[in-house]
């Protein structure tokens, strides 16, 4: 018996280049980044920031580094920072959160929703002492998707009310974009209306927007001048990024295709709820199912060729561009002929 190609719903981040991306890589406009800034690059980081409403953009590598890099400006070592329980920064970057930008975390509640703290939570955990050994609380840093909440949305009028309690304290912001298209595409709004407020946000094109490669940390231009010191002090300085940038460009023109694969994750969870799954219901193209033995059910689900991974306790499924309807009413089909 052969095993049927796997359908792959592991994450967003499997996608594929196309032939239109490819082309405009290998016809790129190139220059010299490090010595005096490419010029596809400065067209992808003058479209970001635009869209993104900043007056300044850089492009970085990964979205692991533009956070680090603007942790690494907002923070003293020492700082405390707080962001949501479960975000990237706190569980996914190594704690290079502590190691490199030297803040102390302190994670926020759920309080709103799955993955939205509150601005009460805000106010209560920044606890501001004039105590000499208090803690200086200086940041907060908030997820727009929430990942680890499985792609959970936080809507403008809420994370207006964060910034602005952030901003009350003293607080600096800094939002974890990664995913911040879908949440635009989900709730209907521009990017711009969910980064109101904010000192700093970092989104990444090479997720379901499909580039290979490629995160842009955006913010006012001082930030962004430290930030292309600090980028390159951490090895991110590229050469001839115009290949990488053409890339970003065709990436943008892709921000409303992601309305597809918010479709495809709610047939997904449909499917899975007919058969008996606990599953949330997608905000945008993640889903999360509640299993009792996790290992066991992404081995099932790869012996029939439906790829997932786990995600705090449970199983995690990403849709994308490059699975379509089709594929995912196999992967419906896969999981039901099987029994997984
Ligand atoms: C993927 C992701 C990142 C990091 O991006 P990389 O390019 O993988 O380093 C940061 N934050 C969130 C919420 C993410 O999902």
């Known amino acids: ?3 049927p190609a796997p359908i792959d719903l592991r994450s967003d981040t499997v996608t594929r280049p196309d032939e239109q991306m490819l082309a405009a890589m290998a016809a790129a406009d190139v220059g010299d980044d490090v010595l005096d800034h490419d010029p596809t690059m400065r067209a992808l980081e003058e479209r970001v920031a635009q869209l993104l409403g900043t007056s300044s953009a850089l492009w970085v590598p990964s979205g692991t580094m533009g956070n680090l890099i603007a942790l690494m400006l907002h923070l003293k070592r020492g700082d405390r920072f707080l962001a949501p329980r479960g975000a990237h920064v706190l569980n996914h970057e190594l704690g290079s959160a502590a190691w490199l930008a030297g803040g102390m975390p302190d994670p926020l509640d759920w309080d709103a929703g799955p993955g939205r703290p509150t601005a009460e939570a805000v106010r209560a955990q920044a606890n501001l002492t004039m105590a000499y050994d208090a803690l200086h609380t200086t940041l907060l840093c908030l997820e727009n998707t929430h990942n680890g909440a499985g792609g959970a949305v936080v809507p403008p009028h809420e994370h207006a009310r964060l910034a602005a309690a952030a901003k009350e304290l003293g607080l600096k912001v800094h939002l974890d974009g ?110 999360l199912a509640a299993v009792p033995d996790v290992q066991l059910t992404l081995q099932r689900l790869r012996a029939v060729g439906v790829l997932a991974v786990p995600m705090n306790g449970q199983v995690r499924f990403v849709t994308h561009r490059n699975v379509s309807k089709s594929d995912v009413e196999e992967a419906l089909r896969r999981i039901a002929e099987a029994g997984v």
Not at 205 to 222: D, I, Y
């Open 178 to 287: 990664a995913r911040l298209w879908n949440a635009s595409v989900a709730l209907g709004v521009p990017p711009a209306a969910l980064t109101v407020g904010v000192d700093s946000v970092q989104v990444c094109l090479s997720k379901g927007l499909g580039a290979p490669v490629g995160s842009v940390l955006a913010g006012e231009a001082e930030f962004i001048k430290a930030g292309r010191r600090v980028r390159k002090m951490l090895g991110g300085g590229v050469r001839q990024g115009g290949v990488l940038a053409a890339a970003g460009l065709i990436a943008l023109d892709r921000i409303d295709a992601l309305g597809d694969d918010h479709d495809n994750a709610r047939i997904l969870a449909d499917g899975l709820v007919e058969q008996g799954w606990q599953v949330t219901a997608p905000q945008t193209n993640m889903l």
């Open 1 to 3: 018996m052969t095993t």
